[in-house]
C-alpha cells in the first residue's frame, strides 16, 4: 500500500481539546503524518507545551485560545488559523469531560441527579464538544468544498456504563450527531466520523482505575478482566485511526462511521 494514502502535508488539522491527553496524542499524530497542526485549547500553558513538542519532532503546529461553548471565541480562532495557514481541512473535536455530580455512586438514585450536573456535561461534550465547532469550522469548509470532521465519541456511548450515566448519554448523541451532519454534507464534499475510544488512563479517571499505590483499583481490574486484550489504551494507539479518517486518499469513501479502539471490550457481553 503506497505510503502516499497517508501523506497529510496539504492538509490543515484543527485539534480542538489539543491540550489534553487524548487530543494531544492524536495532534503529535497528524502532525507526524505531515498535516500543519492547530492546537485549540483554554490552557495557553498547556497549548504552548503541545506545540513545542510537537515541533521538537520536527512537525508545524500553532497554538489558537478558544472556548469550545462560545460561538465567538471559535470563530475567532478558526479566522485566525485561516489567515496565517488557509482553510482548514481536517477538524477534530477531542474536548469532553465529565461531572461528579453527573456521575452516579453505588446504591445512588438516578432520580437524584442534579440537573445542573446533566447539563453541564451535554454542554461540555455535545455542544461545546460538537455543535459549535462543526457549525462553526464546517461553514469554511463546506466553502471550500472539501474537509474531514471527527468527532471523538466513546464506547461508553454504545453500551451505557453503570455510573457514568450523564457522559454515555451525551457520547452516544455525539455518535448520533456524527451520522446526521455525515448525511447532510455526504454530497458536499465533507465527510464526517467518530472515534469511539475505551479505556485509556488519563488525568480525569486515573483515580477511578488506581489506587494510590499505583495498583489497579476494583473497578479497574473489572475493567481490565473485561477487555479482551487485558490491559487499558495508550494514546499513541488513537494515531492510525486518526490518520487515516483525516486523509483523504485513505478514507475517501468513509463517512457517517464510529470507529472503536476499546481493546475488544465492547465485543464482550458476558
Given at each position: 500500500m503506497p505510503a502516499s494514502l497517508f501523506d497529510l502535508s496539504d492538509e490543515i488539522a484543527v485539534v480542538i481539546g489539543g491540550t489534553g491527553g487524548l487530543g494531544g496524542a492524536m495532534a503529535h499524530a497528524?502532525?507526524?503524518?505531515?498535516?500543519?497542526?492547530?492546537v485549540?485549547?483554554?490552557?495557553?500553558?498547556?497549548?504552548?507545551?503541545?506545540?513545542?513538542?510537537?515541533?521538537?519532532?520536527?512537525?508545524?503546529?500553532?497554538?489558537?485560545?478558544?472556548?469550545?461553548?462560545?460561538?465567538?471565541?471559535?470563530?475567532?480562532?478558526?479566522?485566525?488559523?485561516?489567515?496565517?495557514w488557509g482553510t482548514p481541512t481536517v477538524l477534530v473535536n477531542a474536548a469532553g469531560g465529565n461531572h461528579p455530580q453527573a456521575t452516579l455512586p453505588p446504591g445512588a438514585d438516578f432520580c437524584d441527579l442534579p440537573l445542573d450536573a446533566w447539563r453541564h456535561v451535554f454542554d461540555l461534550n455535545l455542544v461545546g464538544g460538537v455543535l459549535l465547532p462543526c457549525q462553526v469550522f464546517g461553514?469554511?469548509?463546506?466553502?471550500?468544498?472539501?474537509?474531514?470532521?471527527?468527532?471523538?465519541?466513546?464506547?461508553?456511548?454504545?453500551i451505557p456504563l453503570s455510573r457514568v450515566v450523564?457522559?454515555?448519554?451525551?457520547?452516544a448523541a455525539v455518535i448520533n450527531l456524527t451520522q446526521f451532519l455525515a448525511r447532510e454534507w455526504a454530497t458536499r464534499g465533507i465527510r464526517v466520523n467518530a472515534i469511539s475510544p475505551g479505556f485509556f488512563p488519563a488525568e480525569q479517571n486515573r483515580a477511578l482505575?488506581?489506587?494510590?499505590?499505583?495498583?489497579?483499583?476494583?473497578?479497574g481490574s473489572q475493567i481490565i478482566g473485561h477487555t479482551p486484550m487485558a490491559r487499558f489504551g495508550k494514546p499513541e494507539e488513537l494515531g492510525g485511526a486518526i490518520v487515516w479518517l483525516a486523509s483523504p486518499a485513505a478514507s475517501s469513501f468513509v463517512t457517517g462511521q464510529n470507529i472503536v479502539v476499546d481493546g475488544g471490550f465492547s465485543s464482550v457481553t458476558i
Amino acid at each position: 500500500m503506497p505510503a502516499s494514502l497517508f501523506d497529510l502535508s496539504d492538509e490543515i488539522a484543527v485539534v480542538i481539546g489539543g491540550t489534553g491527553g487524548l487530543g494531544g496524542a492524536m495532534a503529535h499524530a497528524l502532525a507526524d503524518a505531515g498535516a500543519r497542526v492547530a492546537v485549540v485549547g483554554r490552557s495557553a500553558e498547556r497549548g504552548s507545551q503541545r506545540v513545542a513538542a510537537i515541533e521538537s519532532q520536527g512537525g508545524k503546529a500553532m497554538f489558537q485560545s478558544a472556548d469550545a461553548l462560545s460561538p465567538d471565541s471559535l470563530a475567532a480562532a478558526r479566522d485566525r488559523i485561516t489567515t496565517e495557514w488557509g482553510t482548514p481541512t481536517v477538524l477534530v473535536n477531542a474536548a469532553g469531560g465529565n461531572h461528579p455530580q453527573a456521575t452516579l455512586p453505588p446504591g445512588a438514585d438516578f432520580c437524584d441527579l442534579p440537573l445542573d450536573a446533566w447539563r453541564h456535561v451535554f454542554d461540555l461534550n455535545l455542544v461545546g464538544g460538537v455543535l459549535l465547532p462543526c457549525q462553526v469550522f464546517g461553514k469554511v469548509m463546506l466553502s471550500a468544498g472539501r474537509g474531514s470532521i471527527v468527532n471523538i465519541a466513546s464506547m461508553s456511548g454504545m453500551i451505557p456504563l453503570s455510573r457514568v450515566v450523564a457522559y454515555s448519554a451525551a457520547k452516544a448523541a455525539v455518535i448520533n450527531l456524527t451520522q446526521f451532519l455525515a448525511r447532510e454534507w455526504a454530497t458536499r464534499g465533507i465527510r464526517v466520523n467518530a472515534i469511539s475510544p475505551g479505556f485509556f488512563p488519563a488525568e480525569q479517571n486515573r483515580a477511578l482505575l488506581y489506587n494510590e499505590d499505583g495498583s489497579l483499583s476494583e473497578r479497574g481490574s473489572q475493567i481490565i478482566g473485561h477487555t479482551p486484550m487485558a490491559r487499558f489504551g495508550k494514546p499513541e494507539e488513537l494515531g492510525g485511526a486518526i490518520v487515516w479518517l483525516a486523509s483523504p486518499a485513505a478514507s475517501s469513501f468513509v463517512t457517517g462511521q464510529n470507529i472503536v479502539v476499546d481493546g475488544g471490550f465492547s465485543s464482550v457481553t458476558i
